[in-house]
C-alpha cells in the first residue's frame, strides 16, 4: 500500500501544479529506499527545515527554490519569502492527499509521466550522450562496404521508342512489324539521323508511334533505370533499351505483349558510387543514431525484467 509519509518533499520547490505535486505519494513505496538515483541526498548531507503533516521540507527544497524562484540570491529577506511559499505549498500539498486527490487518474499519469522522463534524465541520457562522434574511421569503412548499394547511383539510359499498339489482334500485330521495320530501314539509310542521337527518332514518331507523350518529341521517352517504371509499358522499353551495347544502338523490331516496340538508345548516364570520403559524416550520424537507439532499446529491456508486470484479477473475479 502506498504511504503517503514517504512524498518526495524535493518536488515541492517546483512549478507542478499542487495536484500533480501530491501524486507523488501515490507512486512511492512504504518501505525505506535505496538512493539508486544519481543526486539523491541522504538526511546527514540534506537536513530537514520543517514539516507539515507527513511532508518533510528540505535544505535542497529551498535551494533549488530559490535558484528557480528568485534567480539564486540567497539574502535574509529572500530566504523568508522563500520559506513561507515553501510552508503555503506544503500545507496545499498535505490538504490535497488529505482529499485523496493523488488517487486521481490524471495525477496518477502525469506524475508517473514526470518520475519516468526524470529517471531517463538520470539514469538513460548520459549512456545516450555518451555514443558520439567520431566514430573509428575502421568502422565506418566496414559500413560503407556493407552499404555501398546507398551510395550508387543507378545507370539511366536516354531512350527513343517507335511504338503502335496491335493488342491481340495477331493480323495486326503482324502489319504493325512490318510497318516498323520499314521504319527501321529508312533510319539506317538516313545517315544524318544516325549521327544526331539527341534527335531520337526525329519526324519517323509521328507517323510511326502511337505513344502520345513522346510521339511528337522524337520519340524521346527521357531517361530510365533497368527496372523501368511503374507500369508494364515503361518496363518493356526498359528492357529492350539495357539489351543493346551502347549509345546509338537500335533494337530490331520488337512484338511484346504490350506492343510492338523499336527502341532506340541514345545515351548513357553511368552508374556512380559517391567516394567514401564524400558519405563519411553521414555513415557516422546514422551510426550514432543506431547505437543510441540499441542502447534505449536494452535500456528499457533490462527495466521490464527487473520489473517484471503481474497480471491482477478484476476485483469481481477475485472475490
Not at 62 to 69: I, P, S, T, V
Not at 137 to 156: H, I, T
Not at 261 to 282: G, I, K, W
Not at 296 to 308: G, I
Request: aromatic letters at 6%.
Amino acid at each position: 500500500m502506498p504511504s503517503r509519509s514517504s512524498i518526495s518533499s524535493s518536488i515541492l520547490s517546483g512549478n507542478r501544479s499542487i495536484l500533480i505535486l501530491a501524486m507523488v505519494a501515490g507512486l512511492s513505496s512504504c518501505g525505506p529506499k535505496k538512493a539508486e538515483v544519481a543526486g539523491q541526498m541522504s538526511p546527514q548531507t540534506d537536513p530537514p527545515l520543517f514539516q507539515v503533516g507527513s511532508i518533510t521540507v528540505s535544505e535542497s527544497d529551498l535551494a533549488h527554490h530559490l535558484k528557480e524562484q528568485e534567480a539564486g540570491r540567497t539574502d535574509e529577506a529572500t530566504r523568508k519569502k522563500a520559506l513561507k511559499e515553501l510552508t503555503g505549498r506544503a500545507q496545499l500539498v498535505q490538504a490535497s492527499l488529505d482529499a485523496d486527490l493523488d488517487r486521481d487518474p490524471f495525477i496518477r499519469a502525469e506524475m508517473a509521466r514526470i518520475l519516468a522522463n526524470r529517471f531517463k534524465e538520470q539514469m538513460l541520457f548520459p549512456k545516450l550522450k555518451s555514443i558520439a562522434p567520431p566514430l573509428p574511421e575502421a568502422r565506418l569503412r566496414e559500413l560503407y562496404q556493407a552499404n555501398q548499394s546507398r551510395f550508387r547511383s543507378n545507370e539511366k539510359r536516354q531512350v527513343a521508342v517507335l511504338w503502335l499498339n496491335g493488342g491481340k489482334n495477331q493480323n495486326r500485330v503482324k502489319q504493325y512489324e512490318q510497318k516498323l521495320v520499314a521504319a527501321r530501314d529508312w533510319y539506317f539509310k538516313n545517315s544524318d539521323l544516325d549521327k544526331q542521337p539527341e534527335q531520337g527518332f526525329s519526324m519517323l514518331s509521328v507517323d510511326y508511334s502511337e505513344h502520345q507523350a513522346s510521339r511528337y518529341q522524337g520519340g524521346v521517352v527521357g531517361w530510365l533505370e533497368r527496372e523501368g517504371g511503374m507500369d508494364s509499358w515503361t518496363k518493356a522499353v526498359a528492357d529492350i533499351a539495357f539489351s543493346l551495347e551502347k549509345p546509338g544502338d537500335v533494337s530490331p523490331v520488337i512484338a511484346r505483349e504490350e506492343g510492338v516496340f523499336l527502341v532506340r538508345y541514345m545515351a548513357l548516364n553511368p552508374a556512380v558510387l559517391r567516394p567514401f570520403e564524400s558519405v563519411s559524416d553521414e555513415l557516422e550520424k546514422a551510426e550514432i543514431s543506431r547505437m543510441r537507439q540499441q542502447a534505449e532499446a536494452e535500456f528499457m529491456e533490462a527495466l521490464a525484467e527487473k520489473y517484471p508486470v503481474q497480471e491482477l484479477a478484476p476485483a469481481a473475479e477475485a472475490n
